[in-house]
């Protein structure tokens, strides 16, 4: 582990079936890496680790030979395809123990590296984690950026905290990822998980370009997947909708209620009528308030089994004094 002036950058990097891109891309992030080092902002130990995400094209063999080529590239390789989040995951859990700070970044060049510098730049002034952030979508179609914002709305409003414009180009720490590593659930939405871990953080803007070669692996249906994998495994705001929904039902059978026996008294109804009615009305009502009580426990059950941790220490002050002496 070095200092904080000079610390190990592992730029970590999914890959799933980008053979036209990768050969690209390659030599950019290692470019970028050597303009670091050279600038004295990050130590020439730093890497560039590929992730294999399971490719069916050539995308390994190239990572191999990168490797071959140059001792800064280095690869893993995932048994199967395990989605962007997994890899991403996966890189960042083997670097966390060798590096000193992480970069996730996508390999098609629609992130720009050059925002790299700024990262760095925060976290040797005592940032912990530092947000990428779109600063504009000039670059993407009107529904690319329609659906794009959308999403993010609908998870803030659904109670899934994520930062604006936001994917998943970021820098954490070894500090943070060694807390990170104590969030064991396997329904992963990164994005909304980092700021659960806290710490301090910024954020950085940079432009979205256009990719370089190849295709998107994010149509419109992994990306309402990724929604909504994002607000079931961050919130319980859709149970406590249902409870919400259901004491509305119940409110409006009750006046339902009453409403049919001011008819029956007024004698507008034929015989039957209104005690029908009156217990259709009470029982829907009763029925969604009970599932909603109901929901409200299974929500506690599935934060439960989560297991993630109750609080992380950030500062201690007998150690603080060390860690200066440190950097
Ligand atoms: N990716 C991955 N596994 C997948 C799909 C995508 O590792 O199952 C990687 C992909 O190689 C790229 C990044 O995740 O580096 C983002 O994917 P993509 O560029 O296709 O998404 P978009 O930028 O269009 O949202
Ligand atoms: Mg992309």
Redesign the pocket.
């Known amino acids: 582990m070095n200092d904080r002036k000079h610390p190990i950058l592992y730029i970590v ?6 053979q036209e891109v990768l050969p690209i891309t390659a030599p950019m992030f290692l470019q970028k890496l050597s303009d670091l080092a050279a600038a004295g902002k990050v130590s020439p130990e730093s890497r560039v680790l590929f ?1 294999n ?1 399971g490719s069916k094209d050539k995308t390994w063999q190239i990572i191999c030979q990168l490797a071959k080529s140059d001792p800064h590239y280095i690869g893993i390789c995932q048994s199967r ?4 989040q997994n ?2 995951l996966a890189g960042l859990m083997e670097a966390k123990d060798r590096c000193d700070i992480t970069i996730s970044i ?3 060049g ?1 992130d720009d590296i050059n925002a790299m510098d700024a990262m760095v730049d925060a976290y040797r002034d005592g940032c912990e984690v530092v947000y990428g952030v779109r600063s504009s979508r000039a670059t993407d179609t009107f529904f690319k950026r329609f659906t794009a914002e959308s999403f993010y709305k609908l998870l803030n409003a659904m109670g899934a905290e994520v930062v604006f414009n936001h ?2 180009y970021r820098l954490l720490s070894a500090r943070v990822l060694k807390e990170f590593a104590n969030f064991k659930e396997v329904n992963l939405f990164l994005r909304g998980m980092v700021p659960l871990v806290g710490f301090k953080s910024t954020s950085v803007a940079y432009e979205r370009h256009e ?1 370089i070669a190849g ?4 149509p419109l249906s992994k ?1 309402l997947g990724l929604a909504f994998d994002g607000i079931t495994s961050l919130s319980v705001k859709p149970i406590r909708l249902i409870t919400g929904f259901g004491c509305v039902v119940a409110l409006v059978s009750f006046i339902g209620v009453i409403w049919a026996i001011v008819q029956a008294f007024l004698g507008h109804t034929v015989s039957g009528w209104a005690s029908t009615t009156s217990i259709i009305c009470f029982v829907s009502g009763v029925q969604l308030i009970c599932l909603g009580v109901i929901g409200e426990y299974i929500g506690k059950i599935y934060m439960e089994t989560k297991a993630r941790p109750r609080y992380i220490i950030s500062e201690r002050t007998w150690e603080t004094d060390k860690d200066k002496e440190g950097s």
């Open positions: 990097i999914p890959c799933y079936n980008e992730v995400d395809n395990r989605g962007h890899a991403v996508d390999c098609d629609q994917a998943d990719r295709e998107s692996h994010y990306m």
